[in-house]
């Protein structure tokens, strides 16, 4: 039971040895564990300080990167509609461009047909003037073979003209 029950003697050099301890402890080795755990206290408080900071930033450039975002998307919808008018625009000028061709085409094919048709009919009355003067000089030929039957004729026309 020694060890339970201390001696008197144990117990007062135990606490001499304590008081050295806590005296030596007090002058040479607490000033510097209270001054390293004031430093660490500071570094902990000022890392604090920075996190918040860099949250704060953080915050700052994340608004500022969803600004960007909706500006881009802004800019990209805006070239979007440039495009899309563009492409109207493209397209009505070719549909332009096709409809004035083909108005083209048909007053080309109108004027084709209208010289065409200009042409049948001056070759149709050259035609039948050709056969009514060979017609009708077969028949003053046949007619006037007799010569007394020709200033028969010649006389009934003079008399016309002269009662005009």
Do not use: C, H
Not at 94 to 123: G, V
């Amino acid at each position: 039971m020694g060890l339970v029950t201390p001696d008197y003697g144990l117990l007062f050099w135990m606490l001499l040895s304590f008081s050295i301890l806590l005296f030596i402890l007090k002058k040479f080795a607490w000033k510097p564990i209270l001054l390293g755990l004031k430093n660490r206290e500071d570094f902990i408080a000022k890392a604090l300080k920075q996190a918040e900071e860099a949250k704060a930033e953080l915050a700052k450039i994340q608004e500022k990167n969803l600004e960007l975002a909706e500006k881009a998307r802004i800019e990209r919808e805006k070239d979007f509609q440039e495009a899309k008018a563009f492409r109207e625009k493209l397209i009505d000028e070719a549909k332009e461009e096709a409809r004035l061709e083909a108005q083209k085409m048909i007053d080309k094919s109108r004027e084709l047909i209208r010289q065409e048709r200009d042409a049948a009919k001056k070759e149709l009355y050259q035609s039948v003037s050709a056969l009514a003067i060979n017609l009708s000089e077969k028949i003053l030929r046949k007619q006037f073979a007799d010569v007394d039957k020709q200033r028969e004729y010649v006389d009934e026309l003079i008399k016309e003209m002269s009662q005009n």
